[in-house]
């Protein structure tokens, strides 16, 4: 794997960015806050810029340091009375179930079996949808509503973090909040 270097700073170590810059758009997707990576002698810790802070992060004296200048989030602009829906969003409201666990995703029992959902599958609550293996235990997950799933958000063995979304549900009732 070609190693490159960000912006060709010589004080950056050399290494494939995308891995960081993946790090860094999970962060701000989940509204994680902080985050610390090791990899052999690579260290990185990722922390989110506060109002009077350079945006800069640097990993613990310790280790090596790798600074990542990262932009502060943009002001949230003012919430329009009512948007209407885009042909990208659904019309009707969807519950998302979340992982509520960091593990390995699987869609089925064991490997050859039929999924436990699929989209366009009516489901009911409590029902099956998935496991995420956490250190070698299987967890259930199961639909916290009833409803058609719509979306399925992950492959059969991808990693997956706590928040991450797994399902979208349109429900066939009142749905608690995600």
Same mark, same amino acid.
């Given at each position: ?50 109002? #009077? ?58 490997? #050859? ?39 399925i958000f992950l492959e059969n063995g991808q990693p997956v973090e706590y928040g ?7 429900p066939s009732g009142p749905a608690r909040p995600a």
């Open positions: 794997m070609a190693a490159k270097k960000k912006n060709g700073d010589p004080a950056l170590p050399e290494r494939d960015w995308t891995e960081v810059e993946r790090v860094l758009k999970l962060m701000e997707r989940h509204g994680l806050e902080e985050f610390e990576f090791s990899d052999g002698a690579f260290h990185v810790r990722l922390k989110k810029a506060s109002a #009077g802070s350079s945006g800069v992060f640097a990993a613990p004296a310790a280790a090596p340091v790798a600074e990542i200048p990262r932009p502060a989030p943009a002001a949230a602009p003012a919430p329009a009375a009512e948007p209407a829906p885009s042909a990208t969003e659904p019309a009707e409201p969807v519950h998302i179930v979340k992982s509520p666990i960091v593990g390995t995703y699987y869609g089925a029992p064991s490997p #050859g079996a039929p999924p436990f959902a699929r989209v366009g599958d009516q489901i009911s609550s409590g029902q099956v949808l998935c496991i995420i293996e956490a250190m070698k235990l299987m967890n259930e997950i199961e639909s916290d509503v009833a409803g058609q799933i719509t979306r991450e979304p797994l399902f979208a549900i349109r």
